[in-house]
């Protein structure tokens, strides 16, 4: 709400936040932004809260602090799920797990999917026996 000239909630204001929330006993921190004002503008593209949630979580770690760091909104690929919480090889995380909802509703089996296109083994729910995926099939 900047561009209106009052104050507003910035990203400053939820790091300090971030930074309270272990002492009350919280673990896991989901980084969304919403509207509750017609004048606000959001500009909605994928990753457009996962920047939020990285700059939060590299604030919260540089003063050693113990919060999980959640990113949410238009994760829509396994790729994409991967490259936010992805460590190691110089990366960085955005966040330490990605929370999925639309994408659900769109594609139900998205886990199952996501898991055989990362190459990572999951136990298939008892009903699928004999119904996933074989091993080398482009799904
Ligand atoms: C129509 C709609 C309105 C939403 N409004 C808010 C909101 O006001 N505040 C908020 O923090 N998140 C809001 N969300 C985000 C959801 O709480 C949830 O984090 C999000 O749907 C997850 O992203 P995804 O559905 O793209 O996977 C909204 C989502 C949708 C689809």
């Known amino acids: 709400m900047e561009h209106t000239g009052q ?3 910035t990203i400053d ?3 300090r936040l971030a930074k309270l929330l272990p002492a009350a006993g919280i ?3 989901d980084v969304s932004s919403g509207g509750n004002n017609e004048a606000q503008k959001v500009n909605v593209h ?3 809260q996962v920047d939020m949630a990285g700059q939060i979580r590299e604030a919260v770690q540089k003063d050693g602090l113990k919060l999980l760091i959640g990113a949410v909104g238009m994760i829509t690929t396994a790729e994409m799920a991967r490259d936010i919480v992805q ?3 110089g990366l960085v995380p955005k966040a330490d797990i990605v929370l999925i909802a639309r994408q659900f509703l769109r594609e139900p089996e998205f886990p199952l999917r996501a898991a055989h296109q990362l ?3 999951v136990k298939w729910p008892i009903q699928y026996h004999r119904a996933g995926w074989a091993k080398d099939a482009k799904v």
Do not use: A, F
């Open 13 to 15: 204001d939820s790091i």
């Open 46 to 48: 994928p990753y457009y």
């Open 27 to 29: 673990d896991l921190l």
């Open 119 to 121: 190459g990572v083994e």
């Open 87 to 89: 460590e190691g090889d």
């Open 7 to 9: 104050p507003s909630w």
